[in-house]
């Protein structure tokens, strides 16, 4: 077997497009309803490996009605940010992370791998392609959406012989409608995202849309997301489409930052990552995080809904919140579970003693205010 043909930036192919349009107004952008003018497509197949890059007009994919996607949610995809300071300066935050996270995704599927560094030199052109798209104001960005689909004409259940690896942009605000606000949660005990064994450690299209119908339920009876559980237990997951922390007054004092540990059911979010980062600095004295406890302890543990309650009782949930790429970091002000509402006792700006501060921390890091290695030049 010779090997086949690796992704090839040196081959790539720019289709300007021939009517650019003017990006709207910032304050317009509802989260990934507008699109860029570009996008980047990278064919593959059995035989030939990883074809021609092109970075041609966004536009229609010619898709065959029988294609393994469509049938199987043969689909993994990414979620990275692009920001642009006010000197024009163009950076991305970790994009190893997102290139390492696509390829453990597509072998979970026996969907193609490719060489991450070489998908990242791609992707880098066709932000500078598009880069005046970039909204500058704070909590803007430019999202973008790395995707790999199965393409091969074939109705059986079988690792595609034909993919596409896309990648869209979109300029984004805030990620919930509220903007940037606390939301509430609804602890359901009917669904579950996702099952030992399972797919939820993945990013896969398939996770995403068995929670939309919980989530409707949760909006007829008052809440925004899911707060998604595990076994007899209640185990906190995930909160809608977030990994979640939880935040404890311990009784020696001191603060206990609690998330649930990567245990095949939990996402290896970018954002979650970079939280248990800057708080595990902060606790080893490494780097101080202003504003944040001196003593605080960061912990990958089973947490429950009865630990949930008791800190509550206690008065001693002090902060729960959501971190993704697209939300960053959102607050939870509210928890309905078993018929009962738990409150989480947020500051008058939506936030609590743990999330501010690191929110500020995390965002400096991602928009260059904070100079850092985790932010990388396009
Ligand atoms: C992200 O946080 O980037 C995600 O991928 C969630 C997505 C469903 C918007």
């Known amino acids: 077997?010779?090997?086949?043909?690796?992704?090839?930036?040196?081959?790539?192919?720019?289709?300007?497009?021939?009517?650019?349009?003017?990006?709207?107004p910032s304050k317009s952008l509802v989260f990934g309803h507008t699109f860029t003018d570009h996008m980047l497509c990278i064919p593959w197949d059995i035989l030939n490996g990883w074809g021609a890059p092109r970075?041609?007009?966004?536009?229609?994919?010619?898709?065959?009605?029988?294609?393994?996607?469509?049938?199987?949610?043969?689909?993994?995809?990414?979620?990275?940010?692009?920001?642009?300071?006010?000197?024009?300066?163009?950076?991305?935050?970790?994009?190893?992370?997102?290139?390492?996270?696509?390829?453990?995704?597509a072998a979970r599927i026996a969907l193609p791998n490719f060489d991450g560094d070489a998908l990242l030199e791609l992707i880098k052109k066709l932000v500078q392609v598009d880069k005046h798209w970039i909204p500058q104001?704070?909590?803007?960005?430019?999202?973008?959406?790395?995707?790999?689909?199965?393409?091969?004409?074939?109705?059986?259940?079988?690792?595609?012989?034909?993919?596409?690896?896309?990648?869209?942009?979109?300029?984004?605000?805030?990620y919930y409608p509220a903007g940037f606000k606390?939301?509430?949660?609804?602890?359901?005990?009917?669904?579950?995202?996702?099952?030992?064994?399972?797919?939820?450690?993945?990013?896969?299209?398939?996770?995403?849309?068995?929670?939309?119908?919980?989530?409707?339920?949760?909006?007829?009876?008052?809440?925004?997301?899911?707060?998604?559980l595990h076994g007899p237990d209640h185990l906190l997951t995930e909160v809608g489409t977030m990994n979640m922390f939880v935040v404890l007054k311990k009784s020696g004092g001191g603060l206990e930052l609690v998330t649930p540990s990567l245990d095949g059911m939990i996402l290896p979010g970018v954002t979650r990552d970079s939280v248990l980062a800057i708080a595990r600095e902060h606790a080893s004295g490494k780097k101080k995080i202003p504003g944040?406890?001196?003593?605080?302890?960061?912990?990958?543990?089973?947490?429950?809904?009865?630990?949930?309650?008791?800190?509550?009782?206690?008065?001693?949930?002090?902060?729960?919140?959501?971190?993704?790429?697209?939300?960053?970091?959102?607050?939870?002000?509210?928890?309905?579970?078993?018929?009962?509402?738990?409150?989480?006792p947020l500051e008058k700006d939506g936030m609590g003693p743990v999330s501010r501060p690191i929110w500020k921390e995390l965002v400096g890091r991602q928009v260059g205010s904070i100079d850092h290695e985790w932010s990388v030049e396009v």
């Open 1 to 24: 077997l010779t090997a086949r043909p690796d992704i090839q930036p040196g081959r790539l192919e720019i289709e300007r497009h021939p009517k650019p349009t003017a990006p709207p």
């Open 55 to 105: 970075i041609q007009p966004y536009g229609p994919l010619p898709l065959e009605p029988s294609c393994t996607v469509l049938h199987y949610a043969q689909t993994v995809f990414e979620g990275m940010k692009a920001y642009r300071d006010d000197s024009g300066r163009v950076t991305l935050f970790r994009p190893d992370m997102n290139m390492k996270r696509m390829n453990n995704s």
């Open 137 to 174: 104001e704070a909590g803007h960005s430019l999202y973008i959406r790395p995707t790999l689909i199965g393409t091969q004409k074939f109705i059986g259940v079988a690792p595609p012989s034909e993919a596409l690896l896309f990648v869209i942009c979109s300029p984004v605000g805030p």
């Open 182 to 228: 606390p939301v509430s949660l609804y602890a359901t005990t009917e669904y579950i995202r996702a099952a030992p064994g399972g797919t939820g450690a993945f990013k896969l299209g398939v996770n995403y849309a068995p929670g939309v119908m919980p989530q409707k339920l949760a909006a007829k009876k008052g809440y925004q997301q899911n707060l998604w």
């Open 292 to 344: 944040l406890a001196d003593k605080l302890t960061v912990s990958e543990r089973p947490i429950s809904m009865k630990e949930i309650l008791t800190a509550s009782k206690k008065g001693a949930l002090v902060d729960l919140f959501g971190s993704g790429t697209a939300a960053v970091i959102s607050t939870v002000d509210r928890i309905g579970y078993l018929g009962e509402d738990v409150h989480i």
